[in-house]
T-cell receptor, first 111, second 116 residues
Framework: DAKTTQPTSMDCAEGRAANLPCNHS???????VYWYRQIHSQGPQYIIH???NNETNEMASLIITEDRKSSTLILPHATLRDTAVYYC????????????FGAGTQVVVTP | DTGVSQNPRHKITKRGQNVTFRCDPI?????LYWYRQTLGQGPEFLTY????????KSRLLSDRFSAERPKGSFSTLEIQRTEQGDSAMYLC??????????????FGPGTRLTVL
């Protein structure tokens, strides 16, 4: 599975959009981009995933560049409850499901 | 609550003792995963079950570690002769694999192990 690079930390003001970047320059054509987050003292939680098209769900939007070498997770209106570590993961489509987490991005939403 | 549950939530033990953790996955989920997480790091994969079969073990899973999933339901993770380096959060996750490329993993709250 391709390796990902994320900033160590970022701050975001409550109510504003949070844009979380992820680089995955070695991604191959059959690898998906997944995002999970982990709120303090909880297990990770699935947010969204995509292959090459932009995706949106009730939690976030995922923007994948045309060359697929990077992506951005967008939390449209950050709340204090969005404070968490956000993990960008790249995984083979035919993988049996093992997730390889990096260190992630610590996002702090401030009032 | 029908999510993944783990017991105990916290375990403190002395070096050299054996410990066992339990994970109850979401009902009907056929895949079950164990991860380990140390402070400041993301979770690291340990092992994986498809129903009752253990199909993959990480090199992190030394011979002191053993995991089972009898009858494809709950799973146990045992650590024998614990060492201080085993101190970590042990996370369990489950998913339903139906043949497609995507299977969201649902994580439990974890068991925090402290080895003194």
């Amino acid at each position: 599975d391709a390796k990902t690079t994320q900033p160590t930390s970022m701050d975001c003001a409550e109510g504003r959009a949070a844009n979380l970047p992820c680089n995955h320059s070695t991604i191959s054509g059959n690898e998906y981009v997944y995002w999970y987050r982990q709120i303090h003292s909880q297990g990770p939680q699935y947010i969204i995933h995509g292959l090459k098209n932009n995706e949106t769900n009730e939690m976030a939007s995922l923007i994948i560049t045309e060359d697929r070498k990077s992506s951005t997770l967008i939390l449209p209106h950050a709340t204090l409850r969005d404070t968490a570590v956000y993990y960008c993961i790249v995984r083979l489509t035919d993988s049996w499901g093992k997730l390889q987490f990096g260190a992630g991005t610590q996002v702090v939403v401030t009032p | 609550d029908t999510g993944v549950s783990q017991n105990p939530r916290h375990k403190i033990t002395k070096r050299g003792q054996n410990v066992t953790f339990r994970c109850d996955p979401i009902s009907e989920h056929n895949r079950l995963y164990w991860y380990r997480q140390t402070l400041g790091q993301g979770p690291e994969f340990l092992t994986y079950f498809q129903n009752e079969a253990q199909l993959e073990k990480s090199r992190l899973l030394s011979d002191r570690f053993s995991a089972e999933r009898p009858k494809g339901s709950f799973s146990t993770l045992e650590i024998q002769r614990t060492e201080q380096g085993d101190s970590a959060m042990y996370l369990c996750a489950s998913s339903l694999h139906s043949g497609g490329p995507y299977n969201e993993q649902f994580f439990g709250p974890g068991t925090r192990l402290t080895v003194l």
